[in-house]
């Protein structure tokens, strides 16, 4: 049974969910907790090679293709990175989790929701995230905010609609879920927020 805490970022595309958990991940770390910071797909080597094939702008794959591919990394992370951690009564931040498989594959793309729950749950050994934040932006802004837009960013407008949306559901759906609203420029006061619900959900 895992002894740690795991926090995962959730969001649209240019949410700055990799800038708050980096600074989510400094914060805790002057405050003297052992914590580590993955992102999802990545840090190990099989799963960034997987996550170079599935950003990969130039490749196309089918969604079932991109919903293997994705347990095939996730499972690697969890077996060689997060359990450990885990185990160790460490705090692990992730950028990025199933919760983006649902949201992505799943509303987006339309893919059955309930046909990619099993798969899910076998990739991450049936672990949950403790807390998952999730930024909400409007997928017009957020894909404004995009420099170098991968494989998704460049999908139709329309998805990144549908993708929102699925944000929004998973938020309503899950308990451990909060939903936290992107602000223009305020990234200290999205941070102050994030800040908030840690210290009323897991007393960090």
Known sequence: MKKGKYIVFEGGEGC??????????????????????????GST???QKLRCRL?????????????ILFARARH?????????????????????SFYSTLAYQGYGSEYPIKSMENL???ATFGIKPDLAIMIDIDPKIGLKKEINPDRFAQKLFEYHQRVNQGFLQLA???KECILIPYVE????????????????RLNL
């Open 120 to 122: 899910i749950d076998v």
């Open 76 to 96: 690697s992370l969890f077996e060689q990175v997060i359990i450990p951690a885990l185990n160790e009564d460490k705090i692990v931040l992730s950028d990025r």
């Open 45 to 47: 080597k099989e799963a």
């Open 172 to 174: 309503r759906d899950n």
């Open 55 to 67: 950003l990969n702008s130039k490749r196309e794959l089918s969604v079932n293709g991109e919903r």
């Open 185 to 200: 420029g305020k990234v200290e006061l999205m941070q102050e927020s994030i800040q908030y619900y840690l210290k009323q």
């Open 16 to 41: 700055g969910k990799s800038t708050q958990s980096k600074l989510l991940y400094e914060n805790l770390i002057s405050k003297g907790y052992d914590c580590i910071h993955i992102r999802e797909p």
